[in-house]
């Protein structure tokens, strides 16, 4: 894997994981630990914590699309969304910053669990994980390093943006398919969308910023111009 994280932490150069990471990646382990240990899963994730959409339309558990972020079912459930989250998180962090980063996080996953919320309102499946929001993570991944390469299983060479391709359309086939799954297919799709929407819009205002800017240079220019005529004349 050619990410700058990846090969610094395992290629000895400097393996520091970004206080944002760094925080979401421990707040899921511990918070998982202690689910896992109270031996209170069922009542965590359905009756409190867990994503429940009839649930907060019903009870008003207006918590509940943050919350879910932060349950997860199982430990290969938490191990792989905190292995995207680690590999891929960290240059985006190293790149924004903290907080632009976690605004992001969170937007992604509060967003997918409200689009969640909305599709399926009569729902009472509970949903758990940070998967809208690492599914976001992908994202913006693909669109600020589409050309790094990732081996898929460890053995095929694929570029990023190929790869984030791939998962939208296995995510949108999934979520229009009628068989049933233990999978929210839907909350995935709906944080690459909301994903999308937002690296849309940064580079909007980006370039609308650097229409501004080049604008009032050449405004600028125009009167320096201008004074330099007036100089001449006299």
Known sequence: Y??????????????????????????????????????????????NFGLVPAKVWSSFMI????????????????????????????DLEVDWGKKQFIIFYFLCGIGAGTITILMNMTSRIPIV????AIYGVLVAYGFTYPNRMVYLYGIFPLKVKYMVLGLGIIAFLASVSTSQSTISHVTHLSGMMIALLYIIYTKWKNLRLWYIQLKLKSQNNITQNE???????R
């Open 2 to 47: 050619t990410s700058s994280g990846f090969r610094n932490s395992f290629g000895g150069g400097n393996n520091s994981v970004p206080t944002g990471v760094k925080l979401l990646l421990i707040l899921n382990t511990v918070i998982f630990l202690m689910v896992e240990i109270s031996g209170m899963q069922f009542e965590l994730f359905y009756s």
């Open 63 to 90: 918590w509940q699309p943050v919350t879910y972020l932060f349950l997860h079912g199982g430990f290969i459930h938490l191990l792989f969304n905190m292995f995207v989250l680690w590999m891929f998180g960290k």
């Open 129 to 132: 994980g940070a998967s809208g």
């Open 227 to 233: 004074e330099k005529e007036v100089i001449k004349l």
